[in-house]
Structures are given as C-alpha cells and as structure tokens.
C-alpha cells in the first residue's frame, strides 16, 4: 500500500474520532449549562473551548465573553475556525477520496454521506433547540462509518491504519478532557459528595460516552478517583487510555505480522502499554494527574509521528 | 422546432418522421408504455441520490462554488442493433489500427511525409509531436493502449468520426455507472431487452495493459498504477474508479520517484518498481525534466527510464500528434496509407483554415459553421455559427485571420437525436458516442456501446458535460 495512502486512512479515521469527540464535549457541556446559573454556565463553556485548544481563537473572533450559543456554533460550523466539525468532517471526505481505492463502497458512502448531511445541517446557525439533532447527528454518522468498516473491510494493512489512527486520536481526546477536568476530580476541599460535584463527576463521564458503563460497574456510588481510574486504566472500557493502547497493540502486532517486522513505533507502543499497566491510580494522583496527563500526550505525539516516519506517510 | 436547429430536420434514432418506432427501440418502447405514469420522474430523482451518494461528481474548470457537480443522467437508454454495432465495430478497428501505425510511422521513418500524403509542417511546428519519441517503439508497439473515438450520425448509416481521442480519453466510467444504475433503477427491462455487457472493461483494461509490460519486468504479475493529478482533477472520480476496478494502486506524482533505472513508488514497506503506468496526466507534465519543468504532477527522469525499457507509459508520451485537429484532416488518407483500406467511417467534412481558400469560405460562410481551435478540446474556445450574435462572429472572425492556421472549420451538423425524459414527457435532444477501446500486442478490443453524451437544451448541439451536457446508458443490442 502507498505511504500516501495510509497517511490518508489514519488520518481519515483520526478526523472522524475527533469530531465525534467534539461533539460528545459539547453536548456534556450543554448538559452542564443548562444545570447552572449564567457565570458557571459561561465557565462550563470556556473549558470546553480550553479543552479543544480553541479558546485563543474563540477570543480573537467573539472576545472574552462566552455565550453557549456562541461556543457552540464556532466549534461546529465557523468558517474562521479551521478546528471546526464541518471542517474535520470535510478533510475526513477529502481523505476518503484520497484513498477511495483503498476502502470499500460502504465505507466511502458512508463517510460521503455524513459530509453531506452535516454540510446540509451545519450550513445555517445552530440554534438551542437544534443543538441535539446536529449532535446527534455526528455520533449516529460516526457509528455508521465504523459500522461500515467492521462490516465490509477486509482485515489488512488498510483495516490496521485506520484502527491504529482511531486510537491514537481517542487516547488523546480522553487525556485532553480529563486534563481539564482534572480538578474536578482532585480531593475537593469541601462540599464532599455534595451534589454539585457529583453532576460534575457525571460531567466527566458523559464527555466521553462512559456515565452508563461506569455506574454499571459502580452501582451508581460516584467518586473522582474511580472515575479517573476508570478513564485511564480500566482497559474494558473503549475510550480509557489503557483500552486504546490495547488496541495498538493488537493492530500494530497484525501489521508487524503482515510486513514481516516491527519498526521503532512498536518499541514506542510497547513502552506506554508496559507504563500504563505498571501504574496504580494512587501512583497517578501522587504524581499528580495533570503531570501524567502531559506525560501521556507527550508519549501518544511521539507514537503518531513515529508511525508516520515508519511507513513513510510523507516522502 | 427552434431556430437554432439547422433547416433540415434531424435523424431521430427512435421514431421514424410519422412516429413509428424504429427496430432498436421496440423493446424498450414496448416496457416504457407499459410503465405506470410517473415512474420514471420518480426513478430520476432517485438516480440523482444515488450519484451523489457514491459521489460520482465532475469537477468543473473555474467554477469555484460547484467544486463537484453532477453529470446529468437522463434514464432513456441510447440504442444500438447489433448489425450497426458490426459496421461501427469494423470501422472503428480499422480506424485505431491506422492510428497507431501512423504514430509509429511519424516517430520513425516518416514515410507518409515523404509520400506527400501529409504536410511535413504540420508536424515541424506541432507541440504535440514530441521528438523525445523519434526512433523508440514503444513496448509491445502499442501507442494508443486506451482510444474514445467520437461519433456522430445524421442518418440511417451516416456514421461519421467527430474526433479521435487518443491521449487521456476520459468518461469510461460514467459508461459503466450508467450501466449499473439503469440496472438499479430498471431491472425488469433488462430481462426484456438483451443487452450486451460492458461490466468487464475494467478487467479488459487491467489485460490489456499488463501485456504491454516493459522489458525490465521480471515475475508473474507486472505492477500496474494509475497515475492522477490528484482530487481536484475534473476526472478523479474516474481515475480512482478505475485503479478500484483494476485492483491497481492509485498514485500521484509525489508518491513515484526514479531508482535503480526503474519507477518506484513509496509504499509502506518501502519503494517498489512500477511496471506499467496508465497516466491520466498530459504529455506536458509528465516529466519535469523532459517537458514543462515546474510540473509537480509528474517524475523526474520518467523518460530516461521509458526508453530504456524500464517502464510502459500508456498511452505513450506523443500520441496526441495522432488527434490533433490538424491532423484529424488526413485521417482518410491517413487509414487508407497504412491499411490499403477505403475508411468505412468518414471523417466530418473539415475546411483547413491554413489553406488560403478554405479560410475565405470559412470567413464567407462563418453563420453556418462550426469553427474549432485545432488544440482545443471540451468545447472552449470555438464557435457555432447557427447560434452566435453578429457581434460575436464579427469578434471571432478577427481571431480567425489573426492565426488561421490556428483553427479548422466543419458544417453545423445536424446531429442525431435521442429522446431524454422531461417533465413534459419525452423530447428529442441532439447526442453523440464515444465508444472505448484498447489496444495491445494481442489486438484491438472495443466495448460494446460506449459513452453517449446528450445536450439537455433544446436544440443545442454542444454535448460536453463541462458545458451543460448530460449522458445516457449506451445499449447494444445482442443477436
């Protein structure tokens, strides 16, 4: 397969993930808004801004001040934002016919499909009442595109990429929301268990798609230190660090099979599983989360531009 | 009928002038009677869904807000007898044989020049002629591996040759999602109707190509790669439907390089030798080195590794000296020279604007004709007379005199037509054929039918998709 080719499934898929994610960050944090008085409410949204590296460029475009409204719309559709879901939609369709030969047609009608959708929804400002459809939207057309690929791709260096960027851009999403959220999750000074903090652990939980599972495991008891052991090492859970590098395992180990041999990348993935699996959750708080934190993104950066360099993406 | 249509009426290929239906058509019109009303409409809107979904999309030169548009599809299949076929199949054989043994002529003995059967100017100041072609044969001898001849017809058996495309001829693959679609839309009329099969072009093409591997290939399956400009090229779609089809690996110019006298590509195990490149980029850019030297569509040094046998570009660097407009001229001495055959298809009556007498009966008579720029293609940059304001023929005939031997002339045919389906019903629009077909060391194949290009306005005769046009499912009929 051409380097280009997997340069643009990786990324195809990692854009994919991205808005999705976006999407999942928003509507917790609407969530959380619409629970509040107006200064949190603009707190709640200024995070999510932080949290997808936005917030200079929301700034310069609206200033200071954060309306919902405002956020939400910059983050999903603005023209001025390159980061948008309209855009990381776009450059995913424009991967997909980059490598059009290289996935089937339900894959690439489904990717197309979703363009399409989106560019038809996102093309007038979003408004309140309509916030749920589009969200609803970019998760039920992610899904269709993963669901397309189960289904219809045959299991080969091609399948592998795609899996490998879907990871590397799911550890790093889940990291970049608990980064922010970290102090959330810190021992609080008071209001232990009050039901403010409990609707923020929930918070947590729902931007990645994970409240369900959580209280399924936890009989519904919340407190920070399980949820952030459950988001980085409990490795049955799909967007948990520990769950993602388990996948790199495996797809990276098929690769290597396939080729034939394992490059630097392997050494890189096989070092941050063995790290995460070494790490307790006290440990991690001893540490300190948001050092962690940091630590991880650095390591998931290095493994993606190692990736990259190994099977040459880029002349 | 409108002014703009010439004062004779046109050749209808479905109804004969007192409204009975001819032989190819009474299959098909005897399932479209029995169609239950608004059938068809509602199977167009689904036809329009169902492109835009798999994103079969043409991009158009200079239209910035419709970055991909639609070629219009209109659900009347165009419709062929086998007997037409045969004739068609024999003339256009002899046509794309005498193609390749003048290229292979023109680029080594030139003996037609010396005949005095064509003008060695026309080749001492052609751009098209590449001298970096002169005493190589290409592998296999195959120059035109993939050829679209035009056709038109004003008649029962008035075939005629509009053109002949034999440098990156594009529109394959609307032939065969066309196809797929009519049979989506329609299956029961393929029951009806015995149609014969253009599904296995891809796998033709992938034949027909591999035997034409150059003389560096060693092993069992040579390397095939389509090379594109890119996604924003008008015909990606087609580019990568082709590689999908034939299994081949897409790639771009920034994905090959030159190494170890081969042409490699950068995979994700490292480079690997291509074997035959069937390129979608014009000679121009092929190759930095030899030809336009900003190109980034092309390889540095492909040329070099071309003529020493270490790789099979289709079609070769050059041919487009054999469908030049120019040229397009001799083409009945042309065919008659290298194969001691009469042409069965005629050439469109063509006037010579180089030649001082030609050019005063175009200037005379610019109202009536269709006047061409001999590099030209897509229908820019040309005139029909018929339609333009005096304004507009006073303009072009100062270019005309500027550089007349910039342009050829022909009469304002009166094309055949095909009904379309509109919200009136069905109407006669004015279509032409492009049929495939692919040369190799075993032989020539063509696909039976081909691309027909219908012009959606009323009257108009200009097919081109970049310019309004819609195309239809061609149908040969089987024995």
């Not at chain 1, 923020?200 to 495991?217: F, H, I, K, M, S």
Request: proline residues 5%; aromatic residues 10%; neutral net charge.
């Amino acid at each position: 397969m051409l380097g280009r080719s997997a340069n643009g499934i990786f990324w195809l898929f990692r854009y994919l993930e991205r808005a999705e994610n976006t999407a999942r960050l928003i509507e917790a944090g609407f969530r959380m808004a619409l629970t509040r008085d107006s200064g949190a409410a603009s707190e709640e949204w200024r995070s999510v801004l932080v949290t997808l590296g936005l917030h200079a460029a929301f700034a310069a475009r609206h200033g200071e001040d954060v309306t919902g409204a405002q956020v939400f719309n910059f983050v999903l559709r603005d023209r001025d934002n390159p980061a948008s879901v309209l855009a990381m939609i776009e450059m995913a369709r424009t991967n997909a016919r980059m490598v059009r030969t290289g996935i089937t047609r339900e894959v690439w009608e489904a990717v197309n499909e979703s363009w399409m959708k989106l560019k038809d929804m996102l093309a007038r400002p979003v408004t309140e009442a309509r916030l749920r459809d589009v969200l609803d939207a970019v998760r039920r057309q992610a899904t269709q595109v993963r669901g397309a690929m189960e289904g219809t791709m045959l299991r080969n260096d091609i399948y592998y990429f795609a899996r490998i960027g879907t990871a590397v851009e799911r550890a790093d999403n889940t990291a970049r929301i608990l980064d922010v959220k970290y102090y959330v999750l810190l021992p609080s000074l008071s209001a232990v268990g009050s039901s403010l903090d409990n609707v923020q652990w929930d918070n947590v939980l729902r931007a990645v798609a994970g409240e369900r599972a959580y209280r399924w495991l936890n009989a519904g008891q919340m407190d920070p230190r399980g949820i952030a052991r459950f988001l980085i090492l409990d490795e049955r859970f799909p967007r948990a660090l520990a769950f993602c590098y388990d996948e790199l395992s495996t797809n990276m180990a098929l690769l290597a099979r396939e080729y034939g041999f394992e490059t630097e990348a392997h050494a890189i993935q096989r070092q941050g599983q063995e790290w995460l699996a070494r790490l307790t959750i006290e440990a991690i708080f001893e540490q300190g989360l948001h050092q962690f934190i940091g630590e991880f993104l650095a390591c998931n950066h290095r493994l993606a531009q190692q990736i990259q360099r190994d099977y040459r993406f880029v002349e | 009928m409108t002014s703009e249509l010439p004062a004779e009426p046109s050749y209808d290929e479905m109804l004969e002038p007192d409204g009975t239906v001819r032989p190819a058509y009474e299959g098909y019109r005897r399932w479209l009677e029995a169609q239950p009303a608004g059938h068809l409409r509602r199977k167009g809107v689904e036809a329009e869904a169902f492109f835009r979904r798999t994103g079969i999309t043409f991009n158009v030169y200079g239209a910035a807000d419709a970055e991909e548009r639609l070629i219009p599809f209109d659900p009347v299949p165009r419709i062929i007898t086998a007997t037409q076929w045969r004739k068609l199949s024999r003339g256009i054989d002899q046509r794309v044989r005498a193609i390749n043994a003048f290229l292979h002529d023109l680029y080594h003995r030139q003996e037609i020049v010396r005949a005095g059967r064509v003008p060695e100017r026309l080749l001492r100041d052609n751009a098209a002629y590449l001298p970096q072609m002169a005493g190589f044969t290409p592998p296999g001898g195959v120059y035109t591996h993939i050829v679209g001849i035009d056709l038109v017809r004003t008649g029962e058996d008035d075939f005629m040759v509009l053109e002949d495309n034999a440098r990156t001829p594009s529109g394959v693959s609307y032939m065969l999602e066309n196809r797929e679609t009519m049979m989506a839309m329609f299956p029961e009329l393929f029951t009806r109707v015995r149609v014969r099969e253009v599904s296995d072009y891809p796998r033709r093409l992938a034949r027909s190509l591999a035997a034409c591997a150059p003389a560096a290939f060693a092993g069992d399956k040579p390397t095939v790669a389509v090379l594109t400009p890119g996604i924003y090229n008008s015909a990606y779609f087609e580019h990568a439907f082709l590689a999908d089809q034939m299994g081949a690996e897409l790639v771009e110019g920034s994905d090959l390089k030159v190494e170890g006298g081969r042409v490699a590509m950068r995979t994700t195990r490292g480079w690997q030798p291509v074997d035959v490149i069937y390129r979608r980029v014009d000679d121009d850019f092929l190759d930095p080195l030899s030809f336009n030297p900003s190109s980034v569509l092309g390889v540095a040094g492909i040329m070099d590794v071309y003529r020493a046998g270490g790789i099979t570009i289709a079609n070769a660097p050059g041919t487009g000296i054999s469908d030049d407009k120019a040229i397009y001229s001799f083409m009945p001495e042309i065919v008659e020279f290298y194969t001691g055959e009469k042409p069965i298809l005629p050439n469109v009556p063509t006037w010579r604007c180089s030649e001082p007498d030609a050019l005063a009966y175009v200037l005379d008579n610019l109202a009536d004709l269709v006047v061409k720029e001999v590099h030209g293609s897509g229908g820019y940059g040309m005139l029909i007379g018929p339609t333009s304001s005096k304004r507009e023929i006073a303009a072009f005939s100062a270019k005309l005199r500027a550089r007349p031997d910039n342009y050829i002339a022909q009469p304002t045919l009166s094309l055949s037509t095909v009904p379309i389906f509109t919200r009136a019903g069905l109407a006669p629009r004015h279509v032409d054929l492009r049929p495939f077909v692919l040369v190799s060391p075993h032989g020539i194949d063509i696909t039976p039918g081909g691309l027909t290009r219908v012009a959606l306005k009323k009257g108009s005769l200009v097919v081109n998709s970049s310019q309004g046009g819609g195309t239809k499912d061609s149908w040969v009929l089987d024995d």
